[in-house]
């Protein structure tokens, strides 16, 4: 059946082992036929299997002609900017009108309560009016070159865009590649991860429905194999990913091998620091949500909170009172914050860090075990939010992304240690501090090698804000007009109104 016809009540549900359904890629705005391996889909708060996906091997060929032709026919070659933004409203009105729905589907791939997946969509849909209002605005830039000559600069698309996509937001942080480059002309082919095809494949459906031709918004289930053949294919021009920082260099290596656009947004560890003159208050309501939203699956996680040494006692003491307050429960709850990690395997490598770091003389201030919620979800993936106090930077819990409700706090003495520590890792995705000293503001937001900083907030991520990584965290920028550029490429045109000139005449 189609996804838009999943119905959710009042109080949200979800699919259940009962409702079962089985997912293939779609290309060309229909799903193909099963074929291939079928893999299991696990409801992260039971451990039950709701549904089902095939992983075929020939969907990355059907995909990949179906966007090159889409992107090289009518209507698409030759829309207007005008007329691709009018498409992207439609879409993100309809993303709006689906929220529940779709959100729904994110949670049952990433665990995250169905609360913040539903308004995670409502966002979502603001990023396809604001790339359709950009275009309003991306006109060519004419420069003279010469008293009879002059040069028009033109952005034009890159042609076929793979977008790779995470588990923790295959729809929302797929849209922050989908909406810019549907608005610059690309075709696209979203590969989400296996275990996680529901949202993306409704997103195509949504897709069709707004009007977008059939093959310019295609959904490939596939692993690493699927990415892999996906990157390498002669007839791709891009490839945008989201994911893990190994992997992200494997696959950027092959990508460029082939002289192709690459763009990724990687691994983050990053340090939430509070200084001794800043609003304490506030930084521990922001550093619980910076750590704790979404069980922690986010790549902008405040993983690792620097106290400074004065308040540092105080500090711990309001956290872990705030972490008490956090409520576990099933991502259907209206009263759940946040629910289980996303699968089984994220599960038992969150535990491995904590266990490990216990065993080299960290102490747990709270979590580390498993909640009791009943015997109907002792077989999902569930870990408390867990604070670990005692650590030292070299320990990997301290230096290695967790992506799981897992946070370090450390104490600092003064600002050069405080940004020493800061920067003591391989990642650069972003940092945040809390002050009330001008100067430092300054001081400190340039020092600090991350790629977003916040000052007094944390994790205000906003469409308008370029967002990517410094060091092992990313290459290029998403969101923004900036991302536009990211999914289109330069041509000069270069005009003489004059008579030539001939060199050689004399």
């Given at each position: 059946?189609?996804?838009?016809?999943?119905q959710t009540?009042?109080?949200?549900?979800?699919?259940?082992?009962?409702q079962?359904?089985?997912?293939t890629s779609?290309?060309?705005?229909?799903?193909?036929?099963?074929?291939g391996r079928?893999?299991?889909l696990?409801?992260?708060?039971t451990?039950?299997?709701w549904?089902?996906?095939?992983?075929?091997?020939?969907?990355?060929?059907?995909?990949?002609?179906s966007?090159?032709?889409?992107?090289?026919?009518?209507?698409?070659?030759?829309?207007?900017?005008?007329?691709?933004?009018?498409?992207l409203?439609?879409l993100?009105?309809?993303?709006?009108?689906?929220?529940?729905?779709?959100?729904?589907l994110?949670?049952l791939?990433?665990?995250?309560?169905?609360?913040?997946?539903a308004?995670?969509?409502?966002?979502?849909?603001?990023?396809y009016?604001?790339?359709?209002?950009?275009?309003?605005?991306?006109?060519?830039v004419?420069?003279?070159?010469?008293?009879?000559?002059?040069?028009?600069?033109?952005?034009?698309?890159?042609?076929?865009?793979?977008?790779?996509t995470?588990?923790?937001?295959?729809?929302?942080l797929?849209s922050?590649k989908?909406?810019?480059?549907?608005?610059?002309?690309?075709?696209?082919?979203l590969?989400?991860?296996?275990?996680?095809?529901?949202?993306?494949?409704?997103?195509?459906?949504?897709?069709?429905?707004?009007?977008?031709?059939?093959?310019?918004?295609?959904?490939?289930?596939?692993d690493?194999v699927?990415?892999?053949?996906?990157?390498?294919?002669?007839?791709?021009?891009?490839?945008?990913?989201t994911?893990?920082?190994?992997?992200?260099?494997?696959?950027?290596?092959?990508?460029?091998a082939?002289?192709?656009?690459f763009?990724?947004?990687?691994?983050?560890?990053?340090?939430?620091i509070?200084?001794?003159?800043?609003?304490?208050d506030?930084a521990?309501?922001?550093a619980?949500?910076?750590?704790?939203?979404?069980?922690?699956?986010t790549?902008v996680?405040?993983s690792?909170i620097?106290?400074?040494?004065?308040?540092?006692?105080?500090?711990?003491?309001?956290?872990?009172a705030?972490?008490s307050?956090i409520?576990?429960?099933?991502?259907?709850s209206?009263?759940?914050?946040i629910?289980?990690?996303?699968?089984?395997?994220?599960?038992?490598?969150?535990?491995?860090?904590?266990?490990?770091a216990?065993?080299?003389?960290?102490?747990?201030?709270?979590?580390g075990?498993?909640?009791?919620?009943?015997?109907?979800f002792?077989?999902?993936?569930?870990?408390?939010?867990?604070?670990?106090l005692?650590?030292?930077?070299?320990m990997?819990?301290c230096?290695e992304?967790?992506?799981g409700?897992v946070?370090?706090?450390?104490r600092f003495?003064?600002?050069?240690?405080?940004i020493?520590?800061?920067n003591?890792v391989?990642?650069?995705?972003?940092a945040g501090?809390?002050?009330?000293?001008?100067?430092?503001?300054?001081?400190?937001?340039r020092?600090?090698?991350?790629?977003?900083?916040?000052?007094?907030?944390y994790?205000?991520i906003?469409?308008?804000?370029?967002?990517?990584g410094?060091?092992?965290?990313?290459?290029?920028?998403?969101?923004?007009?900036?991302?536009?550029d990211?999914?289109?490429?330069?041509?000069?045109?270069?005009?003489?109104?004059?008579p030539?000139?001939?060199?050689f005449?004399?």
């Open positions: 059946m189609s996804l838009l016809a999943l009540d009042p109080t949200p549900t979800m699919p259940t082992s009962a079962q359904d089985v997912f779609y290309v060309s705005g229909a799903a193909i036929a099963p074929a079928k893999i299991p696990h409801d992260p708060s451990g039950a299997v549904a089902s996906a095939f992983v075929s091997d020939e969907a990355v060929e059907l995909a990949v002609a966007a090159a032709k889409a992107f090289a026919s009518a209507p698409w070659a030759s829309m207007t900017g005008y007329e691709r933004a009018s498409l409203r439609r993100g009105a309809l993303i709006a009108a689906n929220a529940d729905r779709l959100g729904a994110e949670s791939a990433n665990g995250k309560s169905h609360a913040a997946t308004a995670e969509m409502k966002a979502t849909a603001a990023w009016d604001y790339y359709a209002s950009a275009l309003d605005t991306h006109d060519d004419f420069r003279t070159v010469s008293r009879t000559a002059d040069a028009r600069i033109v952005r034009e698309p890159l042609g076929v865009v793979v977008a790779i995470p588990f923790n937001g295959a729809l929302s797929g922050w989908l909406a810019p480059a549907l608005a610059m002309g690309n075709a696209v082919i590969k989400p991860p296996a275990e996680a095809p529901g949202s993306s494949i409704a997103l195509a459906e949504l897709a069709m429905e707004a009007g977008f031709p059939a093959g310019i918004v295609n959904v490939v289930i596939g690493a699927a990415s892999e053949a996906l990157a390498t294919h002669p007839g791709v021009q891009m490839v945008s990913f994911g893990s920082t190994a992997t992200a260099k494997v696959l950027g290596a092959k990508v460029a082939g002289m192709k656009r763009v990724c947004e990687a691994g983050g560890k990053s340090a939430h509070v200084f001794a003159d800043g609003d304490v506030s521990v309501i922001a619980t949500q910076g750590a704790f939203s979404g069980s922690g699956q790549c996680a405040g690792r620097l106290v400074q040494a004065e308040i540092y006692d105080s500090f711990v003491e309001r956290y872990i705030s972490v307050r409520r576990l429960g099933h991502p259907a209206p009263k759940a914050h629910g289980p990690v996303a699968n089984r395997r994220q599960y038992e490598r969150i535990n491995g860090f904590v266990n490990e216990v065993a080299a003389g960290a102490r747990l201030a709270s979590g075990l498993k909640p009791d919620l009943g015997p109907e002792i077989d999902g993936y569930w870990i408390a939010p867990t604070i670990v005692d650590v030292s930077s070299d990997r819990i230096r992304e967790i992506f409700p946070v370090t706090v450390q003495e003064t600002e050069e240690e405080a020493s520590m800061a003591g391989e990642y650069g995705l972003a501090f809390w002050t009330r000293d001008v100067g430092r503001v300054r001081r400190v937001s020092q600090l090698q991350a790629g977003t900083v916040w000052v007094n907030t994790r205000a906003n469409l308008r804000v370029p967002f990517g410094y060091k092992q965290s990313g290459i290029g920028r998403e969101n923004g007009v900036e991302a536009m990211e999914f289109s490429q330069v041509k000069a045109i270069v005009v003489e109104y004059g030539a000139a001939d060199p005449a004399n």
